[in-house]
């Protein structure tokens, strides 16, 4: 019965990390991450990116709760959900800036050589590989969702779950499953927006409307936290 109930636990945790991965500020904040993609396979790769921060952050803040038989206290449970909001201020501006800096031609960027600065115009390459820079803002962003949704899941695992190996279990098979739903979402939303980027204006359209809805969503979702902590 035990195996039966671990098994069973797993698989629900795996789908809804998966319907976990579709809620309004995780939406927000990899849209505003793969909007300026022009694959979608670079931009699944984002949202798997997004995954992976975001399992290991609640993975980590989870198990320390659940094997100090302790709840999150609400006020920092607060400080990380302001945390996400002040995120999705920073990314929705970020996304309007860019937009904004958009010409007939793209971005334009500008490069120093050598004491000579050199403008050069066209969308730089978004995501950089390196030592351990892959795609380190959405790692980032999704280890600051995971903080914020680690005290909620832990209290859910602990009432609703009888040991420490089938709590865990749960969380690490809910953090996989939002990392699956994330990367098919991300690419879903790229393969289109990949096709749009030969179309400056629609690219630049988009990115504004989405930096708008996050850093709108940020604000409403920010302010009441900041009365409560405040």
Do not use: K, N
Not at 29 to 38: D, H, I, N
Request: aromatic share 4%; charged share 10%.
């Amino acid at each position: 019965m035990a195996v039966l109930e671990l098994l069973t636990s797993s698989s629900l945790g795996s789908l809804l990390g998966m319907r976990h991965a579709l809620e309004p500020d995780h939406l927000a904040a990899v849209s505003t991450l793969v909007t300026r993609e022009r694959s979608g396979y670079t931009a699944a790769l984002l949202g798997a990116c997004w995954g992976v921060g975001h399992t290991v952050s609640l993975l980590a803040a989870g198990t320390l709760l659940v094997l100090l038989r302790a709840e999150m206290p609400a006020r920092l449970a607060d400080t990380f959900e302001l945390g996400v909001a002040a995120m999705l201020v920073a990314l929705g501006l970020r996304a309007i800036y860019l937009a904004a800096r958009q010409g007939p031609a793209g971005s334009v960027h500008v490069h120093h050589h050598r004491g000579l600065v050199h403008v050069h115009r066209g969308a730089p390459a978004h995501i950089h590989i390196g030592t351990w820079t892959l795609a380190r803002r959405p790692l980032l962003v999704g280890a600051v969702h995971g903080l914020a949704g680690s005290g909620t899941l832990t209290a859910l695992v602990v009432a609703t779950l009888p040991s420490t190996a089938a709590r865990i279990t749960y969380m690490v098979v809910f953090g996989l499953g939002s990392t699956l739903g994330m990367a098919v979402l991300s690419g879903v939303l790229g393969w289109p927006l990949a096709r749009l980027g030969s179309h400056r204006a629609v690219a630049r359209a988009i990115s504004l409307a989405v930096g708008c809805v996050s850093t709108t969503l940020g604000l409403v979702w920010g302010y009441p936290l900041v009365a409560r902590i405040f």
